[in-house]
């Protein structure tokens, strides 16, 4: 899809259709779409009263024939009340509207820019969440489907505009837009493969690739070498897998004297909880463990598009964890890269123990932050459902940061607390720490495992075990793979 900035009045767009909106109770529109009634005589009024149209958001109507506009076909989109009006009501509008125009077969769309200067929200931002909405809202993951399947038509948004001092913001909003919303329709993408399709390797080729399109630097670490550095707790999990795995690194070079940024995603291609084996009821749902790791590398891929003035480095330990003959027994002790001891009495808590010689690794490289994301636990959906993700971290600076940054992205946080005492569930009688201290605050404990392998640099966990993919269709996103995650980092590297 190509977005374009247009200054023009909305009754002269020629498009296929034209996008305008309603705030919820409002029965005599005004403003841009105020005008468009006019043009038409009035039919937009009588179509709201005749269809009982409430505005509520994502509410849709349309309207044809057209006398009066260049348009061959008006849409309505309701933008939910006005107090609550925000960047993610335009998102969820902008997608509404777009669907309607890809079931139309529509190829041109001009639309408004949703609330450009109502609520606080600038031109650069309405034209953000216009363009996230249009992207995320029609993505549809069907490479593996041989019928009933339709190509998206939509070729071309136009955001319409008569204020020509305002042309500048909605191109910026635009541009961002499309960087953050297509790395996470790419980290979809990746999450919605099969395992048998998407292992460490093939992963790692997507890495290269993304890295040979898009400069960065790219580092493949082989199993060979991870024994000579020490990574046995990612060897660990790899042990009872036939599949290689990898660890990945790409790097991003934003300024010389900049802080490094390290993004550290959980990459468990298939996750059959080793010899602790899942039941067979979500089994096959596994193949989106390695959600973090889609994060990671999408993000990357916008970050280099939008060139902020930070360093990055994007670190993907990429495993399956398999019940295989050589696979980790409970019991097995083994030294990290850390150099500290765990006792693994739990293969299923897997995640922690790759994502630990993640995190020393990224220490050692010297970096300024790290967050890891990850599908981690249980837990964490347990307590937040499929809405929210759970965070944590040792520096309330960059928690706060994150929380806005997935905030302004339409990605909601909850801060869980580093509650120390709970590291008394990870006491092991035979080495330094067990890898799973049981049921209780299971994200928290999991989180605290991660924390004991870093030694100072500021530190934040991401928990998207409930939001990194999604069992029900949502207004941004079909069912599968979520990308939850790009937003929030691309924002948060950008404050930076």
Same mark, same amino acid.
């Given at each position: 899809?190509?977005?374009?900035?247009?200054?023009?009045?909305?009754? !002269?767009?020629?498009?296929?259709?034209?996008?305008?909106?309603?705030?919820?109770?409002?029965?005599?529109?005004?403003?841009?779409?105020?005008?468009?009634?006019?043009?038409?005589?009035?039919?937009?009024?009588?179509?709201?009263?005749?269809?009982?149209? @409430?505005?509520? &958001?994502?509410?849709?109507?349309?309207?044809?024939?057209?006398?009066?506009?260049?348009?061959?076909?008006?849409?309505?989109?309701?933008?939910?009340?006005?107090?609550?009006?925000?960047?993610?009501?335009?998102?969820?509008?902008?997608?509404?509207?777009?669907?309607?125009?890809? !079931?139309?077969?529509?190829?041109?769309?001009?639309?408004?820019?949703?609330?450009?200067?109502?609520?606080?929200?600038?031109?650069?931002?309405?034209?953000?969440?216009?363009?996230?909405?249009?992207? &995320?809202?029609? /993505?549809?993951?069907?490479? /593996?489907?041989?019928?009933?399947? #339709?190509?998206?038509?939509? @070729?071309?948004?136009?955001?319409? @505009?008569?204020?020509?001092?305002?042309?500048?913001?909605?191109?910026?909003?635009?541009?961002?837009?499309?960087?953050?919303?297509?790395?996470?329709?790419?980290?979809?993408?990746?999450?919605?493969?099969?395992?048998?399709? &998407?292992?460490?390797?093939?992963?790692?080729?997507?890495?290269?690739?993304?890295?040979?399109?898009?400069?960065?630097?790219?580092?493949?670490?082989?199993?060979?070498?991870?024994? #000579?550095?020490?990574?046995?707790?990612?060897?660990?999990?790899?042990?009872?897998?036939?599949?290689?795995p990898k660890f990945i690194i790409l790097r991003y070079r934003g300024a010389s004297d900049a802080k490094t940024i390290a993004l550290v995603g959980k990459g468990l291609t298939f996750d059959s909880g080793g010899l602790n084996i899942k039941g067979a009821g979500n089994m096959a749902d596994m193949k989106d463990d390695m959600a973090g790791a889609a994060v990671v590398l999408a993000s990357m891929k916008a970050i280099a598009a939008l060139k902020p003035k930070v360093n990055v480095v994007g670190i993907m330990p990429a495993t399956e964890n398999m019940p295989g003959s050589n696979a980790t027994r409970p019991g097995d002790i083994v030294a990290g890269l850390s150099g500290k001891t765990v006792e693994i009495n739990n293969t299923d808590a897997e995640g922690?123990?790759?994502?630990?010689?993640?995190?020393?690794?990224?220490?050692?490289?010297?970096?300024?932050?790290?967050?890891?994301?990850?599908?981690?636990?249980?837990?964490?959906?347990?307590?937040?459902?499929?809405?929210?993700?759970?965070?944590?971290?040792?520096?309330?600076?960059?928690?706060?940061? &994150?929380?806005?940054?997935?905030?302004?992205?339409?990605?909601?946080?909850?801060?869980?607390?580093? /509650?120390?005492?709970?590291?008394?569930?990870?006491?092991?009688?035979?080495?330094?720490?067990?890898?799973?201290?049981?049921? @209780?605050?299971?994200?928290?404990?999991?989180?605290?495992?991660?924390?004991?392998?870093?030694?100072?640099?500021?530190?934040?966990?991401?928990?998207?075990?409930?939001?990194?993919?999604?069992?029900?269709?949502?207004?941004?996103?079909?069912?599968?793979?979520?990308?939850?995650?790009?937003?929030?980092?691309?924002? /948060?590297?950008?404050?930076?």
């Amino acid at each position: 899809m190509r977005f374009e900035a247009i200054q023009q009045s909305l009754v !002269d767009a020629e498009c296929d259709i034209l996008v305008i909106n309603l705030f919820e109770g409002v029965k005599k529109p005004g403003g841009g779409t105020g005008a468009v009634d006019a043009a038409v005589g009035g039919a937009i009024t009588a179509l709201i009263e005749r269809e009982n149209f @409430e505005g509520k &958001l994502g509410q849709i109507t349309d309207l044809t024939p057209c006398a009066g506009v260049k348009a061959s076909r008006i849409v309505v989109v309701g933008l939910g009340k006005q107090e609550e009006f925000d960047a993610d009501a335009i998102r969820k509008a902008a997608s509404a509207a777009a669907k309607r125009a890809r !079931d139309l077969s529509a190829k041109h769309i001009a639309t408004i820019l949703h609330g450009g200067g109502i609520g606080g929200i600038d031109p650069a931002t309405a034209a953000l969440a216009i363009t996230e909405g249009t992207i &995320l809202g029609t /993505y549809q993951f069907t490479k /593996y489907k041989t019928s009933d399947t #339709k190509p998206n038509p939509l @070729e071309k948004i136009d955001i319409v @505009e008569t204020d020509a001092g305002k042309i500048a913001a909605i191109k910026s909003g635009i541009e961002r837009g499309q960087a953050i919303a297509e790395a996470k329709n790419f980290a979809r993408d990746l999450t919605n493969e099969p395992a048998n399709a &998407l292992n460490p390797t093939v992963l790692a080729e997507h890495a290269m690739s993304v890295a040979k399109k898009s400069g960065l630097e790219c580092r493949v670490i082989s199993q060979d070498e991870m024994k #000579k550095l020490g990574m046995n707790l990612l060897l660990s999990v790899a042990k009872g897998s036939v599949e290689e795995p990898k660890f990945i690194i790409l790097r991003y070079r934003g300024a010389s004297d900049a802080k490094t940024i390290a993004l550290v995603g959980k990459g468990l291609t298939f996750d059959s909880g080793g010899l602790n084996i899942k039941g067979a009821g979500n089994m096959a749902d596994m193949k989106d463990d390695m959600a973090g790791a889609a994060v990671v590398l999408a993000s990357m891929k916008a970050i280099a598009a939008l060139k902020p003035k930070v360093n990055v480095v994007g670190i993907m330990p990429a495993t399956e964890n398999m019940p295989g003959s050589n696979a980790t027994r409970p019991g097995d002790i083994v030294a990290g890269l850390s150099g500290k001891t765990v006792e693994i009495n739990n293969t299923d808590a897997e995640g922690r123990l790759i994502l630990a010689d993640a995190v020393a690794f990224a220490e050692q490289e010297h970096v300024d932050e790290i967050i890891d994301i990850a599908t981690l636990t249980g837990a964490c959906v347990v307590a937040f459902g499929n809405d929210m993700a759970a965070l944590m971290g040792t520096d309330q600076g960059m928690v706060d940061g &994150l929380i806005k940054s997935g905030k302004d992205g339409g990605e909601l946080y909850w801060q869980l607390p580093l /509650y120390m005492p709970y590291e008394d569930s990870l006491k092991s009688d035979v080495a330094d720490m067990k890898n799973s201290g049981g049921r @209780e605050a299971g994200t928290i404990v999991g989180g605290l495992f991660i924390k004991k392998h870093i030694e100072k640099t500021p530190w934040v966990h991401i928990d998207i075990a409930g939001t990194g993919s999604s069992n029900k269709e949502t207004p941004l996103c079909p069912k599968g793979g979520t990308g939850f995650g790009v937003s929030t980092f691309v924002n /948060y590297v950008m404050s930076r």
